[in-house]
């Protein structure tokens, strides 16, 4: 797994483009800038974009060849972003810490992804969002991203199941168009949630 993602960010350009997802930036546009985790990083076009913002943002992400396409992302755009290099498995951020949250497409198996999700949670204040956008489970009919495999998709249970403890404000299953990069095009089925930790 670790060589595809560090094969594939090793490529020319941006995998999945240099502009912030688009229903982050919308999400992330309505909050008062704080201190911010995202997880899965890749390429660094949500880090960025939210540290051009004001944001003082943490990211994660196992593949080294990420983290330089995303160093190299902050320094094009004048900016500065925190970014560790670390297996997921082993992600521990501080507790009760962070003013948002973000997961967009970072696709797990099933228990190393509720683990992750609940050390997310966690690492929320009081108050603090999670912004999340997935492929759900009827994505395997499409061909523009994501795993070829339903145990590493989502459906609506899993989030309602795994952030049970965030006070929900939008969850909905969508048919969208996705227009990032060479690898997510096309016609596409997500999750999107929003929530925040009481």
Do not use: C
């Not at 949500?46 to 902050?74: H, I, M, P, R, T």
């Not at 925190?82 to 967009?104: C, G, M, Q, R």
């Amino acid at each position: 797994m670790l060589e595809k993602w560090n094969e594939r960010f090793s490529e020319e350009g941006y995998a999945y483009g240099k502009e912030p997802n688009g229903f982050f930036k919308e999400e992330i546009d309505k909050l008062k800038p704080g201190r911010l985790l995202l997880v899965a990083e890749g390429e660094g076009r949500n880090a960025v974009y939210a540290a051009s913002k004001g944001w003082q943002v943490d990211a994660f992400d196992f593949s080294q060849a990420a983290k330089e396409k995303a160093l190299k992302l902050a320094e094009e755009y004048n900016t500065t972003i925190n970014y560790t290099v670390e297996d997921l498995s082993a992600f521990s951020p501080k507790e009760a810490y962070y003013d948002a949250a973000a997961i967009i497409y970072m696709h797990l198996p099933e228990e190393l992804r509720q683990k992750v999700n609940g050390r997310i949670i966690s690492a929320l204040k009081a108050g603090g969002k999670l912004i999340l956008e997935v492929f759900e489970k009827d994505q395997l009919e499409k061909n523009s991203g994501g795993p070829k495999d339903a145990d590493l998709l989502y459906s609506l249970e899993d989030i309602v199941s795994e952030f049970t403890v965030l006070d929900f404000q939008q969850l909905s299953k969508e048919v969208i168009e996705l227009n990032e990069g060479k690898y997510h095009q096309g016609e596409a089925v997500v999750i999107r949630f929003t929530g925040t930790r009481e």
